[in-house]
T-cell receptor
Framework: NAGVMQNPRHLVRRRGQEARLRCSPMKGHSHVYWYRQLPEEGLKFMVYLQKENIIDESGMPKERFSAEFPKEGPSILRIQQVVRGDSAAYFC?????????????FGPGTRLTVL | AQSVTQLDSHVSVSEGTPVLLRCNYSSSYSPSLFWYVQHPNKGLQLLLKYTSAATLVKGINGFEAEFKKSETSFHLTKPSAHMSDAAEYFCVVSDRNTGNQFYFGTGTSLTVIP
């Protein structure tokens, strides 16, 4: 059973470009979470999605950031017009059930560098 | 509101000696608590979790943690450190009844000295 997959593992963008980060949850998992880890800090919650639904986006910046989890295919975290402050590691996690505080299984992360 | 405080940002121990990584939490509700480990440039691996059963929780690689409600603590311990334990450790709290968000501490970097 493959774990949570994220790609790319490393992404370099220039200021003003768009970044697209992909996450495929573990098989059988229908709940996806995105977190951001800034240097020397812990992970901060961004958004929680189920298939075709955003359940909680209270941690998402109001502008430039969006997320989706379509019926088919991976979850996408999209950052438009990236700035240097967006440089961070972005982690995706998944869980199997609609059960609060269930264990979340994390992917290896995408490390975004904005030049 | 929920939050986690990891009291030490860096801990150094000699190989073969005990490990103690401290974590205090704040939660308005019944908490679930987790410890995750992150090796350099890798993802996070679950070490152990506490939901509502036994207060002493055993995890992988010889780690364990004890939930102490009176002290709002969930410290991580291991009797004997191994070189492969060198990594970043995160304490995490979530609301057991309603929470889907995980709240992470700022992490403790463990160094194991040969």
């Amino acid at each position: 059973n493959a774990g949570v997959m994220q790609n790319p593992r490393h992404l370099v963008r220039r200021r003003g470009q768009e970044a697209r980060l992909r996450c495929s949850p573990m098989k059988g998992h229908s709940h996806v979470y995105w977190y951001r880890q800034l240097p020397e800090e812990g992970l901060k919650f961004m958004v929680y999605l189920q298939k075709e639904n955003i359940i909680d986006e209270s941690g998402m910046p109001k502008e430039r950031f969006s997320a989706e989890f379509p019926k088919e295919g991976p979850s996408i975290l999209r950052i438009q017009q990236v700035v240097r402050g967006d440089s961070a590691a972005y982690f995706c996690a998944s869980s199997p059930l609609n059960r609060p505080a269930d264990t979340q299984y994390f992917g290896p992360g995408t490390r975004l560098t904005v030049l | 509101a929920q939050s986690v405080t990891q009291l030490d940002s860096h801990v150094s121990v000699s190989e073969g000696t005990p490990v103690l990584l401290r974590c205090n939490y704040s939660s308005s509700y019944s908490p679930s608590l987790f410890w995750y480990v992150q090796h350099p440039n890798k993802g996070l691996q679950l070490l152990l979790k506490y939901t509502s059963a036994a207060t002493l929780v055993k995890g992988i690689n010889g780690f364990e943690a004890e939930f102490k409600k009176s002290e709002t603590s969930f410290h991580l311990t291991k009797p004997s450190a191994h070189m492969s334990d060198a990594a970043e450790y995160f304490c995490v709290v979530s609301d057991r009844n309603t929470g889907n968000q995980f709240y992470f501490g700022t992490g403790t970097s463990l160094t194991v000295i040969p």
